[in-house]
């Protein structure tokens, strides 16, 4: 559950603002999502490393000034 502190003195639309933030953050949503279906454990495994294959390449080819730098 979350709970947001206001001051006597805050906006509604502050408060607004940090639920959603919060709500983000918290990954409440996303998480909804991938249970809406089952995912086997092998292909989560698959999709993460090609994930972080694919953050590694950019990350080289930034540090080389190629065309992935812009």
């Known amino acids: 559950m979350l ?3 206001t001051g006597d003195s805050e906006n509604i639309d502050k ?22 279906a089952f995912i086997k454990p092998s292909i989560v495994n698959r999709t993460t490393m090609l994930k972080a294959a694919y953050r590694q390449q950019m990350q080289n080819a930034e540090a080389e000034g190629g065309p992935a730098a812009k």
Do not use: S
């Open 15 to 36: 408060a607004l603002k940090k639920y959603k933030k919060k709500f983000e953050k918290a990954g409440l949503l996303r998480e909804l999502r991938g249970r809406q």
């Open 3 to 5: 709970i947001i502190d």
